[in-house]
């Protein structure tokens, strides 16, 4: 909600006010996800996520006061969100990590699973509501009820104590270099690595799809607004088909093998997408979408958690994250001059290529494609 509210405040003024209130969020987020995965670990989860949600309860009601009597001006546009980013970065890996140290390693997979479920429909729901907070209370109406839902995350952190949010051993280590450690760990790991290779692969080439290829797409076949909604909805439903599916029987078989499954799954609608005729035709391939994402991410996620040291689980948390974050960033660019110069259906063409491709040569990993969610592995000396 918060995040719309502050986009669409930053439109009023102008395209270069929003791209920079956009870039005062995500790069202090991408430049200290690392520092605050080190934090997360030396300090305990909860603990980072307690500070967290009071600094975001009181950066809300600032907000809400400021754009009351002062009006949504840029420089507190931008000055929210380069606190946000700031808070996000110590809080992202904190929470990442808390699904482990809620159920451990056997109900992890429908733990994440139902997290997941629980993201995308807020995500679907948030945006809606944000708008409808913003045209009726503006920009410190919107502030204040997220203020309120801080108040909330925080009486359920106060009230749940995970027993396994232990901090690590050894803090008087320089705190940057606990963060350069988890660049180590995770490269180093024969599971990880391949990991976090296709989650990269999956945030340049397969999240970029909906929100920026599908419109250009659109416009370029002439299918209406509506529409194409109707096919971003179509990969939702999908998503969540199968995720919840993981939630009421759990992961099936090996997460990796069926990680890398999923992504060609994913690839191959992408292509049918590329190739759609019509709008229906647009929507079935956004279902195959979605079914490929969903199998991909309720698999890859459980198998990266459980494989990652306890000592490690945030900084592991904010690599993965920014290993996201970067790959995003760079293919949303790329990806919108390639359709800008040969057509967005090319551009959604080499997407497709790129998943299903990466997905088959995720086979070639042994221990990706063998290691089973759950399985007790060496700890790292």
């Known amino acids: 909600m918060l995040y719309f509210a502050l986009g669409w405040a930053a439109t009023a003024h102008s395209g270069a006010v929003a791209g920079l209130v956009l870039t005062a969020i995500n790069l202090p987020r991408v430049a200290l996800l690392l520092v605050g995965g080190a934090v997360g670990d030396r300090l305990g989860a909860r603990r980072v996520m307690i500070a967290g949600d009071s600094a975001m309860l009181v950066v809300s009601l600032v907000l809400a006061a ?17 606190l946000i980013g700031v808070v996000d970065a110590f809080y992202l890996p904190a929470s990442g990590s808390m699904p482990r140290r809620l159920v451990g390693n056997a109900r992890l997979p429908r733990a994440l699973a139902l997290r997941q479920v629980g993201a995308q429909l ?57 963060a350069a450690d988890a660049v180590r760990v995770g ?32 416009r370029d ?55 759609a005729p019509s709008s229906a035709a647009a929507m079935g391939a956004g279902l195959i979408v979605g079914l490929g994402n969903g199998l991909f991410s309720s698999h890859i996620g459980p198998l990266i958690m459980t494989v990652t040291p306890e000592s490690h689980l945030s900084r592991i948390q904010a690599l993965l994250t920014l290993v996201q974050s970067l790959s995003l960033l760079v293919m949303n660019n790329v990806l919108g001059n390639v359709a800008g110069l040969a057509g967005a259906a090319l551009a959604v063409a ?30 790292l000396p």
């Not at 497709?352 to 060496?378: C, D, I, K």
Request: aromatic share 4%.
């Open 122 to 178: 807020i995500t679907m729901g948030g945006g809606p509501l944000g708008g409808l907070l913003v045209g009726l209370a503006g920009l410190a109406g919107a502030a204040l009820v997220d203020a309120v839902t801080f108040v909330l995350v925080l009486v359920v952190l106060i009230v749940i104590k995970p027993r396994q949010d232990v901090p690590a051993a050894g803090t008087e280590r320089n705190v940057l270099r606990e």
């Open 66 to 82: 400021l754009s009351y009597h002062l009006g949504a001006e840029p420089w507190l546009l931008i000055a929210a969100g380069v």
């Open 221 to 275: 076949r002439h299918w209406s607004a509506g529409a194409t909604g109707l096919v971003v909805g179509a990969q939702g439903i999908g998503m969540v088909a199968v995720t919840l599916g993981v939630v009421r029987r759990g992961p099936l078989g090996r997460p990796g093998l069926l990680a890398a499954c999923g992504l060609m799954v994913a690839g191959l609608g992408v292509l049918a997408l590329a190739l």
């Open 187 to 218: 490269f180093g790991d024969a599971v990880l690595r391949p990991g976090l290779l296709l989650v990269g692969t999956a945030a340049g080439f397969l999240l970029p799809v909906m929100p920026l290829l599908l419109p250009l797409l659109a």
């Open 350 to 379: 080499v997407c497709a290529v790129a998943v299903a491709g990466t997905g088959l040569l995720a086979l070639a990993s042994r221990p990706l494609r063998t290691t089973r969610t759950g399985l007790g592995r060496p700890r």
